[in-house]
């Protein structure tokens, strides 16, 4: 028996009809991102593992995928008998660089590299793939899309509500109904703080970012494994679950954290970017979430994550702010904030609630049947002033039997089909078949694009 041809776990392939909704969703996020003003820009898909490694935590770096250097990678290692070191040791020493665990890291590197070329505030927007050697589930791959943007050397709190006004758009175009929540890192900061582990906040961040994931009980065991107190974890629990509408939950939240300046900066934070959706409302519901903590160590301040409704399938857009994540390759004091849409998540949630209409699939509008001789030469002409019409069409190539070329036309769902004989190129006149009513009728040349312009 021989070997069955695979993909790696965690990876996919995309056929026409995949990647006909795939790309709907890329230019509508895409369309979005112009109309707000945001350029787009790509970075490679390998990162020096010096540019990656310790912006992510431990677990983020756990899941770089890390590439073997070129030729004998080996050599590096010199007389060491690998028998007495690490996997952990190990790597470093045949491994320089890694693949891209998301698109703001390698943003952070390109600003840097390239500050002379820029002018600040800097939007940018980038859709690319990234990896990470997490273990794939549901709405959980290893090579996935993301569909970032970011304005960076502004601190202004605008571009936190110009990027809930973003999500809004995406998804009130895609026709997916969703919910943003949003918390900020100096409101866990000064949470930890009244709670008396203020040294702990990372240790705090990565174990409630997975609440929705694991449960409140599950949580508060991981923050006693990892050295919060059994006291802390109690004042904790409280905190985490104040209930009632976004105002509510800041002035409780002003309350608990009046020895925390950092918190109540926090909080004045949130104020602002809520006066601004005052102002200016968005369709879906904002609401504050003390839970959301983003596990990622860059962030600073405001963080957003959102999630579909309908569907059980994690977040499907998240961002915030980092005020210092270019000062980690040499250019400080310049603050940034950005989001990321999970395109395969959202794919996934669109599938789900089936929003995806049968005319996205379709490639070509009209299919031309060939009969050969001069009728395929009539048909040929025909063809190239449609295309010229901006209508997608083709020609079947080849005057194989009628049967077997309306078979395929029906395979590949094109709604339209032109059938000119040797009557029809006498006469200047095409037949034009609805492929999904079965109805005909004789046109002209220049009638029948007309017809297929307007249908």
């Known amino acids: 028996m021989g070997s069955q041809t695979t993909i790696p776990k965690g990876t996919r392939d995309f056929g026409p009809v995949e990647m006909s909704r795939r790309n709907l969703i890329f230019d509508t996020i895409r369309s979005v991102f112009r109309l707000y003003g945001y350029r787009q820009i790509e970075t490679p898909a390998m990162e020096n593992l010096s540019t990656l490694l310790g912006k992510y935590g431990e677990e983020g770096d756990r899941l770089l995928f890390r590439v073997l250097n070129s030729g004998d990678f080996m050599k590096q290692t010199g007389e060491i008998p690998l028998h007495t070191i690490s ?3 190990l790597a470093p020493l045949i491994s320089e660089k890694g693949l891209r665990y998301d698109l703001t890291v390698p943003f952070a590197r390109f600003v ?23 273990k794939p589930q549901k709405g959980r791959y290893r090579e996935f899309y993301q569909c970032d943007a970011d304005v960076i050397g502004s601190d202004s709190l605008f571009n936190e509500y110009e990027l809930i006004k973003i999500i809004d758009e995406v998804f009130s175009r895609l026709g997916i109904s969703s919910e943003t ?21 990372t240790d705090i961040t990565i174990a409630i970012d997975k609440i929705d994931k694991i449960g409140a ?28 509408d976004n105002g509510d939950k800041l002035s409780e939240l002003e309350s608990l954290l009046q020895e925390s300046p950092a918190g109540l900066k926090g909080i004045a934070e949130m104020r602002e970017i809520f006066s601004y959706l005052e102002n200016s409302p968005v369709k879906s519901s904002v609401v504050v979430d003390l839970t959301l903590a983003r596990g990622l160590n860059y962030y600073t301040g405001a963080i957003i994550e959102v999630k579909a409704e309908g569907v059980s ?10 005020d210092d994540l270019a000062g980690i390759f040499g250019l400080p004091g310049v603050s940034g904030v950005g989001i990321s849409f999970g395109a395969d998540r959202i794919y996934d949630v669109m599938s789900a609630l089936a929003l995806f209409t049968d005319d996205i699939d379709v490639t ?27 209508i997608p069409a083709e020609i079947y190539p080849g005057s194989v039997k009628i049967k077997k070329q309306m078979a395929f036309a029906n395979s590949v769902s094109v709604p339209w089909v032109i059938m000119a004989g040797e009557e029809e190129r006498v006469t200047g006149m ?6 999904v009513t079965g109805e005909q009728e004789k046109l002209s040349a220049s009638d029948v694009i007309s017809r297929l312009a307007d249908a």
């Open 364 to 390: 070509s509008r009209v299919m031309l049947v060939n009969f050969g001789g001069e009728e395929e030469k009539y048909a040929i002409s025909l063809l190239e002033k449609i295309r010229a019409a901006g």
């Open 313 to 322: 399938i994690g977040s499907i857009c998240g961002g915030g702010r980092y």
């Open 181 to 201: 929540r949003i918390n900020n890192r100096k409101i866990l900061s000064g949470i930890a703080s009244v709670i008396g582990e203020e040294e702990r906040i």
């Open 217 to 244: 009980e599950a949580v508060k065991k991981e923050l006693l494994e990892r050295g919060v107190s059994a006291d802390a974890v109690s004042k904790l629990e409280p905190i985490l679950s104040l209930s009632g």
């Open 430 to 435: 095409v037949t034009l078949k609805n492929m």
């Open 112 to 134: 840097v590299q390239h500050r002379n070329e820029i002018t600040f505030p800097f939007r940018r927007f980038q859709i690319q793939p990234v990896w990470r050697a997490d």
């Open 87 to 89: 996997s952990q040791e």
